[in-house]
């Protein structure tokens, strides 16, 4: 028998970004609200301090900050007619865990989607004509415009302190920025950084061959700022200690950094940490949610009864929870019936490596997730003519380096030995005076990609891990040799010595080793209706209408942009509509 | 410019010590055995881990080797912790043989059990091949044997040899360039010799200079090189 807590008005599942927006949004309301968090609590001091946090190893490489897998993991195979075995050790990407989730240990680049991703399959029709989406892409618009989102990604850049030049300023093309934006409000809220040695470089190039490269938009501040809701950031050092670590100089957005500082003394939210949601609970009918279970610190299985449920857990996890929760009904790719786990996406991303001669520092060891980058987005979203490439989609390209921390990210040239004199020798000739150049690049939905549970793999609670069934298509092997083949060709413009590139060729399986990307999409996708989504433009549930589903899970196909900016405007959009509707009326946002 | 980092940290910093070059008089005289005693590895695995850092990272020719750096020390410390362990890895079986490579491990062992079963595989095929264990062998052998793991061409009978290579080669390299306070990186040799400042982590008076020769050596997080 379960402990059974206090009801309260809405209960929050995973404490990372969209749990701190709601949290913010619903105790601004008055409601009372309880946060769980499976992870610890953590906090800028004492957790991400100077000189701990400066440790590549701890951090970098052992993951201290990531979901331990010997609790909970995921399963994978390539074809639904294999069978899926555990992702043991860390490679292809990284979850969160903790408070905070994945926005403490994320890169920082946040992007805004393209108008044209939202309605992508419109547009492609439009354009190119209803053959171009094969048969088997299962891609779809979403039920939300650019115009209805622009006030909430405006409003989000602000929150994260983004630096970054603006494009489009209300259909003004701006010298600098990024010219194919969709057209924005206002200004980023902090100015650029100066390049870094190699996206000074790339923009010379870029520029050369007549791109438009623009300061990568990066949630780490530039300057002292102070937020909307009066929480102060500070200017980013390019330390190098970014992505994978928590930022000490409260430069890097993350919800401890840029949302929890006003949310820690609100009497009616109750944060508990180390607290892991088993499933969501429901009433007899099936159709409303009552709370849900979760194992506490101490072990104890405890119930939240609650009006409102959230699940703001990584896309991962909110998709198992549905599906351990018996809610809606799971996606089955040979009838194409079912909508939980349907259009699990994810990226392509392929990378250059610059080799110059000695007489060029790009000491790689200054950098940030995002800050000092430069990228161009000629060839994303539709920004180009995809009738003669033969495929749909498209990568940003951009000149990175995070920090060039020697275990994880030291490059050297094909054929240099891997060990010995000749790598000791070789690891001094192009430390630093290497440089990566990267694509990350859209992945379409189809029909056979999805998310299920799996039948043999248990996690540490005895319940079933999510199974991955995921393997690259033909499009975007296409995407992916089309992007990299102009990021090859600005790479040569930069004039190193070598250069060599990394890419997923026809025919490469999807490689778990490699990290790749951790922007993995879909499961609970958002829709025009309950025949093609689980949720509606509203971010709430079809079935259940007291329940709400963040992140992005609701993405029914994945763009080149990283996917944080519209996950959290999604977030703020529907936290509008609770707020201007749903508390004082609850019940479906849109009618079914 | 302020280097504010030598005053946070209360590090005295000598012209050697912020040299970019590897090569300072120090680091040459550092002995290339170490006092430590392993606690994990036994007498004999100790001396194979010492051997095979030896052939990975090895002191001859320029910059400084992995038993200069304290490499051994660093893996047989790191075998302790969670880590060694296998905190950090799901373990749960069924343990399916076979699968595609691109899906990753799957093997039912922590690094501890990797070590254990390795090494004794390891020495098991020197035996048999060589009459002697991997210590024993000259170094043009060891390379031999190492190259020939490394593609995963020995058969041993617990732990494929590409993955007890795979092991020692991540292992080594985070010895080589982790940060001191884990036992390698004696004084800060690999750092030094790369060009990469350690755990400095502001370049606010850099910002602006990209192009330019970064010049300051290494910091550890402990302020002391070790």
């Known amino acids: ?592 | 410019m302020v280097n504010r980092r030598r005053f946070l940290l209360g590090v005295p910093v000598s012209a050697a010590a912020l040299a970019v070059d590897g090569c300072s008089e120090r680091e040459k005289a550092a002995p290339a055995s170490s006092p430590y005693t392993p606690s994990y590895l036994t007498k004999q695995e100790w001396a194979f881990v010492t051997a095979v850092v030896s052939r990975l990272i090895p002191e001859e020719g320029a910059g400084p080797g992995g038993l200069a750096a304290h490499v051994p020390e660093f893996i047989d410390r790191q075998l302790q912790l969670p880590y060694g362990y296998g905190v950090f890895m799901y373990l749960k079986g069924p343990f399916v043989a076979g699968t595609a490579p691109s899906l990753g491990y799957q093997l039912r062992y922590s690094p501890r059990e990797i070590y254990r079963l390795g090494i004794a595989d390891a020495n098991g095929s020197a035996r048999e091949s060589f009459k002697q264990d991997f210590v024993s062998l000259p170094s043009a052998q060891q390379d031999e044997m190492l190259q020939q793991m490394e593609h995963g061409a020995l058969n041993f009978p617990h732990v494929p040899s590409d993955v007890l290579f795979a092991q020692l080669l991540g292992n080594a390299r985070e010895g080589y360039f982790a940060d001191p306070l884990y036992g390698g990186n004696r004084d800060m040799v690999a750092w030094r010799w790369i060009g990469f400042p350690g755990a400095r982590a502001d370049f606010t008076d850099w910002i602006d200079q990209a192009g330019h020769e970064y010049p300051l050596g290494p910091v550890s997080i402990g302020g002391t090189g070790r």
Not at chain 1, 357 to 367: L, R, T, W, Y
Request: aromatic share 10%; glycine share 10%.
């Open chain 1, 1 to 592: 028998m379960a402990l059974r807590k206090k009801k309260v008005d809405a209960v929050i599942v995973g404490y990372g970004w969209t749990g701190a927006i709601m949290a913010k949004t619903l105790t601004d309301a008055g409601l009372s609200v309880v946060a769980l968090e499976r992870g610890p609590a953590r906090d800028t001091a004492p957790d991400f301090e100077y000189p701990r946090i400066a440790d590549e190893l701890r951090y970098g490489v052992r993951g201290e900050l990531w979901q331990p897998l010997a609790r909970e993991t995921v399963t994978i195979r390539h074809r639904p007619d294999d069978v899926a075995v555990p992702y043991r050790r860390y490679g292809s990407f990284v979850l969160g865990n903790g408070v905070g989730g994945a926005g403490v240990h994320w890169n920082g680049q946040l992007w805004r989607a393209s108008p044209e991703d939202l309605r992508i399959r419109s547009r492609v029709e439009e354009r190119y004509g209803k053959k171009m989406i094969s048969a088997d892409m299962t891609i779809q618009d979403y039920p939300v415009t650019f115009e209805e989102l622009e006030p909430h990604f405006d409003h989000f850049e602000k929150v994260c302190a983004v630096s970054g030049a603006a494009g489009n300023l209300r259909g003004e093309i701006q010298a600098g920025g990024n010219p194919f934006e969709g057209p924005r409000s206002a200004q980023y809220p902090t100015p650029p950084l100066p390049p870094i040695a190699v996206a000074s470089l790339f923009e010379k190039a870029a520029t050369d061959l007549g791109y438009k490269p623009f300061p990568l938009p990066s949630a780490n501040s530039s300057v002292a700022y102070t937020n909307p809701y009066g929480v102060r950031l500070g200017p980013c050092n390019l330390c190098g200690y970014c992505e994978l670590f928590g930022c000490f100089l409260y430069s890097k957005a993350s919800p401890q950094a840029s949302i929890l500082p006003i949310l820690q003394d609100r009497p009616n939210l109750e944060v508990r940490t180390e607290s892991h949601v088993t499933r969501v609970l429901l009433d007899g009918s099936g159709t409303r949610a009552t709370g849900v279970l979760y194992v506490d610190a101490n072990g104890t299985e405890t119930e939240q009864p609650a009006d409102m449920v959230l699940l703001c857990a990584f896309q991962l996890h909110n998709v198992r929870l549905l599906l351990l929760s018996g809610i809606g009904t799971p996606y089955d790719p040979i009838s194409g019936k079912g909508l939980v786990g349907k259009n699990y996406a994810y990226q392509m991303c392929s990378i250059t490596a610059a080799y110059f001669s000695e007489d060029v520092h790009i000491n790689p060891f200054i950098g940030a997730g995002g800050a000092g980058q430069r990228v161009i987005d000629e060839f994303n979203s539709d920004h180009f003519d995809h009738a003669e490439a033969g495929f749909i989609g498209g990568s940003l390209i951009y000149a990175g380096g995070t920090g060039g921390r020697p275990i994880a990210q030291m490059m050297l040239p094909p054929g240099t030995p891997a060990w010995g004199a000749g790598w000791k020798g070789a690891i001094r000739k192009h430390y630093r005076h290497s440089a990566p150049i990267g694509t990350q690049g859209s992945v379409m939905s189809y029909r056979d990609r999805y998310l299920s549970l799996d039948p043999t793999y248990t996690d540490t609670y005895g319940q079933p891990l999510l199974r991955i069934t995921f393997d690259w298509h033909d499009n975007e092997y296409r995407m992916a040799a089309f992007s990299a083949k102009k990021m090859e060709e600005i790479v040569r413009a930069m004039k190193p010595e070598k250069q060599a590139t990394l890419l997923m060729r026809q025919g490469t399986p999807y490689d778990t080793r490699i990290y790749q990307s951790t922007h993995t999409t879909g499961g609970a996708i958002m829709g025009s209706n309950p025949s093609n989504s689980v949720i509606n433009r509203y971010s709430q549930s079809w079935d259940i209408p007291n329940l709400f589903i963040y992140g992005a899970s609701a993405f029914p196909q994945n763009m080149g942009y990283n996917p944080t900016g519209l996950l959290a405007a999604l977030a703020y959009f529907s936290a509008a509509k609770i707020k201007d509707t749903y508390l004082k009326a609850a019940g479906p946002l849109v009618s079914a």
